[in-house]
């Protein structure tokens, strides 16, 4: 079995990286401040304490090079039916996981999801929220977020040009909605505080997937990413950020 064990849980880190990409050509291994986009995350969960291995899951040849050049495990390509444009999280860490089960005999407690499109990450964080998870065995997963650009109290539900706007979150904020002065008209500080999920981690039992068939579970625990620390590379727009970002905390 390769990898190594630390303390007694098997938490195994998977990064899923796919070859194809519309935003950008080869968008996983794109050249940032000097290395591959995806080696950020490969470099950062093999820091980690807690992550006993470090696999990425890709159906590229090119991506397996530079995953291994950096340390990564690539024990199997992923079948081209999971790597889709509109394939979900879900069916590639639940092909990963048979193919560990079926052809070592490999099943680790944990599995940590870290999406390479994140490069600006840090090992401590990834070791805070296994942690976490493990203190608290009755959820079923941590999840990063972090706060949304904008206040869903300020969006509405659009549902022709001929018919009234419906404020998105006023039947689930009733009272809200009934005073005077409605929440879309009042600064963000006076509002509740919401968060976002975001591409920084997850991290969950590897009994959640096998036996609910989720990666999420019905019982999620935040971990708070700060709001100057997440980026993420998606469009040639996050380049400029990402880069600075990278600058600023990878001196």
Same mark, same amino acid.
């Given at each position: 079995?390769?990898?190594? @064990? ?17 935003? &950008? ?16 995350? &490969? ?31 690539? !024990? ?11 394939? $979900? ?5 639940? #092909?990963? &996981? ?19 499109? *994140?490069?600006?990450?840090?090992? =401590? #964080? ?9 203190? #608290? !065995? ?5 999840? *990063?977020?972090?706060? $949304? !650009?904008?206040? @869903? ?13 419906? !404020? ?5 904020? $009733? ?5 005077? &002065? =409605? ?20 991290? %969950? ?8 068939? *989720?990666? %999420? ?8 990413? $700060? ?9 040639? =727009?996050?380049?400029? #950020? ?10």
């Amino acid at each position: 079995m390769a990898g190594r @064990p630390r303390g007694d849980m098997e938490v195994l880190a998977l990064i899923p990286a796919r070859g194809g990409s519309k935003s &950008i050509p080869y968008k996983n291994i794109y050249p940032i401040r000097g290395k591959p986009l995806i080696a950020y995350t &490969i470099i950062e969960a093999k820091r980690a304490k807690l992550v006993s291995r470090v696999i990425v899951s890709t159906d590229d040849e090119k991506i397996v090079k530079v995953a291994r050049r950096y340390g990564a495990e690539v !024990p199997f390509l992923r079948p081209k039916r999971y790597a889709g444009d509109l394939t $979900p999280d879900l069916p590639v860490f639940q #092909h990963a &996981i048979r193919w560990l089960w079926r052809h070592e005999r490999y099943r680790p407690d944990i599995m940590v999801h870290l999406w390479p499109t *994140s490069p600006l990450r840090f090992s =401590k #964080h990834i070791d805070e929220g296994v942690r976490m998870l493990v203190e #608290h !065995p009755e959820v079923n997963s941590v999840r *990063s977020v972090s706060t $949304p !650009p904008q206040t @869903p109290f300020k969006m509405w539900l659009v549902k022709g040009r001929a018919r009234p706007m419906q !404020p998105l979150l006023k039947m689930l904020y $009733p009272r809200l909605f009934r005073r005077k &002065i =409605k929440p879309f008209a009042l600064p963000r500080q006076a509002l509740p505080r919401v968060f976002v999920q975001n591409g920084y981690f997850q991290m %969950f039992w590897t009994k959640t997937l096998l036996e609910k068939g *989720s990666m %999420f579970g019905d019982r999620v625990l935040p971990f708070v990413v $700060p709001d100057d620390l997440y980026t993420e590379f998606d469009s040639m =727009k996050d380049l400029k #950020h990402a880069e600075w970002q990278l600058a600023r905390y990878r001196k």
